[in-house]
């Protein structure tokens, strides 16, 4: 059995050895295209006057908006494209008569070598009228300037999410609490940066891509460009990470595209670090309201506002924040009563994308805040104030206020037994100790639910070869989690043949049927489902083919590691794949789309930090007690814990993408701090298996983002107890804490 056990990762030799293919080492004969971006965050475009950038020795040509036509603007994820909820324009791939953010592109510089594409950027001459720029969210609310005029607003959506009776909440409170809190503006910074490389041949149009939907983009390139998508490829190559923000498309990626269309010739583009910075920037928003609870600190009512920033554009990915977090505010906690207005307005800064836990890492953030507060304003224990809230087993399945349907889960029963084995009690006693000798020195924890494993489908495709050998082609889209490892564990399990005779593909919308992709931790539980039905069927096939050889009925055909029998007669796996071959029916495989539900992971999670006299704060413990179902591989998912744990030391203490009056981006990787392995914790993680009915066969919940979703919480409740002030934002700097 292979389930269960830390295999090591397939497939990381290359990247171990620098092998490794991302979008810029393709060798293809191509231009390549840089931007001209605006340095305003709000302004007229008087004129663009391209001739001098044109001398430039290699170049090719630039465009303007002009130039380039598409058959529509890029969209947004067609769950969310709802007219009545949302106003927006579809986003052209070059701004036109007007820039909204500093950064934004411009022209497209297309030419033989990268250098002369960089110096030709520089040549060409825009002539700008400066408009007043609204990079708060605040003053956007006010539509003094309006960012879109069409829209006639800045408030692109506006909606109530209310349930229960809150003016009996509110009059049965035995306190009301004031509260404000907000989840910084982050970028999600993934080690390989965008890149795209755009071939249009012949009416067929190849795209080498950066990003973790291929299918998703073939269908978004087909609409935007009007080309069918039987007549598109998009193939994934490495992908050095995305934490959600490769979901996007973005108007660069288009711009790419349409220029390759344009000239008939091959054209590449791969984002600097500081373009980078600009294309995915996430999160930002604030929630601003009111609670009531009882003397025993039971939450009986949440009320107030939640503004959430867009930036200038809707991107493709952002409709999901003021949608999802006020579903997902009351958490695990049973509170009846809530009124949450819920609005997203433009602003003159970079669009927002989607970040790891995109809108589950804010709504943890906001409730498990609110616990806190709770624990601090009636002087009881964090603990015991989680505990009267829980929703308890017996209530489950639960449907929270807003009818999110919680399918299972024992909160109140991992919380004990998580914070017994992560030796909670004993550290904040330690601290305690520690604390009076003066050293600044805090113990915090947080409980998180979590939704995962969006859907509804996914993909996947077995194949066995002449030789026996198995190919699993999967709808899921790794880019650095290690799931191919995972789905390959529970194939070769389900095969019983040896691991290292399984290999895994991906990423390709030629080979892949079809695939909707990773994000919101969804692979280990749909797309390696899907691929345990299909080894299934395979595995059926494989036994009727072994009953004509054994000359037996298929009901009599037994199968145990690698040998079918019946009657006392065998035959191995390898023959009846090769006698599969040769016979009139040859190839054995099976495709499966499988549908599920979401899944509900949750747990605890402790830090231990220490502040200096500096003020530096150092986290020192990481430490978690998660159920995420069956753990396919521990190593795997350990290490999904410690990758989101390390970023969320980074959104708690250090990462802000600071913008200034100007709608100025002024942070660059010298001082947007990503947490190196100095500031990295020592984890420790845990895995707990609670009775769940499984919305997906291998049991699997999701845990790729569950360390960033509750770790923020966790650690700034932890940087309270070693100094004793109160924090509701991130990151808490230096010269908050002394
Ligand atoms: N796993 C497991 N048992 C489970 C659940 C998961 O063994 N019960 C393992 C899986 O095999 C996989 C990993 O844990 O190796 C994560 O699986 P899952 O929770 O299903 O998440 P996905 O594979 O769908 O990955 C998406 C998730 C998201 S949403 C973001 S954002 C994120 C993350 O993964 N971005 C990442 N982790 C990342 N890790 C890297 N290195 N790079 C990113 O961009």
């Not at 049973?334 to 433009?346: C, L, M, N, T």
């Amino acid at each position: 059995m292979y389930t269960g056990k830390p295999i090591k990762r397939l497939y990381d030799d290359k990247f171990v050895n620098g092998k490794s293919t991302y979008v810029d080492d393709i060798q293809i004969s191509a231009y390549y295209a840089g931007f001209v971006r605006s340095p305003y965050a709000h302004a007229l475009i008087k004129s663009i006057d391209v001739s001098d950038a044109l001398k430039v020795q290699g170049i090719v040509a630039v465009f303007t908006a002009k130039d380039l036509e598409v058959k529509e603007g890029i969209g947004i994820w067609t769950t969310y494209e709802d007219p009545k909820l949302w106003k927006f324009v579809k986003r052209k791939p070059l701004a036109d008569k007007k820039v909204r953010y500093a950064g934004e592109p411009v022209a497209i510089v297309i030419g033989t070598d990268k250098y002369s594409v960089r110096d030709a950027i520089d040549k060409v001459n825009v002539d700008y009228e400066r408009l007043p720029a609204i990079v708060k969210m605040e003053d956007s609310l006010e539509d003094k300037v309006i960012i879109h005029e069409e829209l006639k607003t800045n408030v692109a959506f506006d909606q109530t999410y209310s349930a229960g009776n809150l003016e009996n909440a509110f009059k049965n409170a035995d306190k009301v609490i004031p509260v404000e809190i907000t989840n910084n503006r982050l970028i999600p910074s993934p080690m390989e940066p965008r890149g795209i490389i755009a071939r249009y041949e012949g009416g067929f149009l190849t795209v080498w891509y950066s990003t973790q939907v291929p299918h998703t983009a073939r269908s978004e390139f087909s609409r935007i460009f009007g080309i069918p998508s039987s007549k598109i490829r998009v193939i994934m190559p490495d992908v050095g990470g995305a934490f959600g923000s490769k979901v996007n498309i973005l108007p660069e990626d288009i711009s790419v595209i349409a220029s390759a269309i344009k000239l008939g010739r091959p054209v590449r583009w791969t984002a600097t670090r500081s373009e980078e910075m600009l294309a995915s920037e996430a999160r930002h928003n604030t929630f601003k309201g009111e609670i009531a609870v009882s003397r025993e600190g039971r939450l009986l009512g949440i009320r107030g506002d939640l503004l959430v920033d867009l930036g200038a554009y809707l991107t493709y990915t952002a409709p999901l924040q003021p949608a999802i977090i006020p579903l997902m505010i009351p958490g695990p906690y049973k509170v009846r009563d809530i009124h949450i207005r819920s609005r997203a307005v433009y602003t003159n800064t970079p669009p927002i994308t989607m970040y790891r836990g995109a809108s589950r890492p804010e709504a943890t953030f906001i409730i498990e805040r609110i616990m806190s507060i709770i624990a601090d304003e009636l002087k009881l224990d964090d603990v015991r104030v989680r505990e009267v809230n829980m929703v308890r087993t017996d209530e489950m399945p639960y449907t929270n206020p807003f009818g999110l349907k919680y399918d299972s889960g024992d909160y109140l029963g991992l919380l004990r037994e998580g914070l017994k084995a992560l030796k909670y009690y004993q550290l904040k006693g330690w601290a305690e100790e520690e604390r009076k000798k003066g050293r600044k020195i805090g113990v915090g924890m947080a409980f998180y639910l979590e939704i995962s494993g969006f859907g509804p489908w996914e993909f996947g495709e077995v194949r066995v070869s002449e030789t026996g050998d198995v190919l699993i082609i999967t709808g899921g889209t790794p880019h650095g989690q290690g799931t191919e490892t995972a789905i390959a564990q529970i194939v070769a399990d389900t095969l019983q043949i040896d691991i290292n005779r399984v290999k895994v593909v991906w990423g390709d919308t030629e080979i892949v049927a079809a695939s909707m992709g990773t994000y919101g931790s969804r692979t280990a539980s749909a797309a390696a489902s899907a691929a345990l039905v299909a080894a299934k069927e395979v595995l059926e096939k494989m036994k009727r083919t072994a009953a004509k050889i054994l000359n037996v009925d298929v009901e009599e055909v037994a199968y145990s590691n690698g040998e079918f029998s019946a009657g006392g007669k065998k035959v191995s796996w390898d023959e009846v794949a090769a006698s599969s071959y040769a016979s009139n029916e040859p190839g054995i495989y099976a495709q499966v789309t499988l549908s599920g539900d979401v899944t509900f992971p949750y747990g605890v999670h402790v830090a231990v930090v220490e502040v200096d006299d500096y003020g530096i704060i150092k986290v020192i413990d990481y430490k978690a007690y998660d159920d995420i179902g069956v753990v396919i591989n521990p190593a795997l998912a350990e290490g999904q814990i410690h990758g989101g744990a390390t970023q969320a030391v980074g959104q708690a203490t250090l990462e802000e993408a600071i913008i200034n009056d100007d709608g100025q981006l002024v942070v660059t990787y010298a001082d947007y701090f990503i947490p190196t392995a100095v500031e990295t914790p020592k984890f420790e993680s845990h895995f707990v298996e609670k009775p769940h009915p499984s919305a997906y066969p291998t049991g699997a919940k999701g845990v790729g983002e569950a360390a960033l979703i509750v770790g923020p919480a966790v650690i700034v409740r932890a940087i309270e107890d070693a100094t004793g002030k109160r924090f509701n934002k991130t990151p808490v700097r230096p010269e908050d804490v002394i």
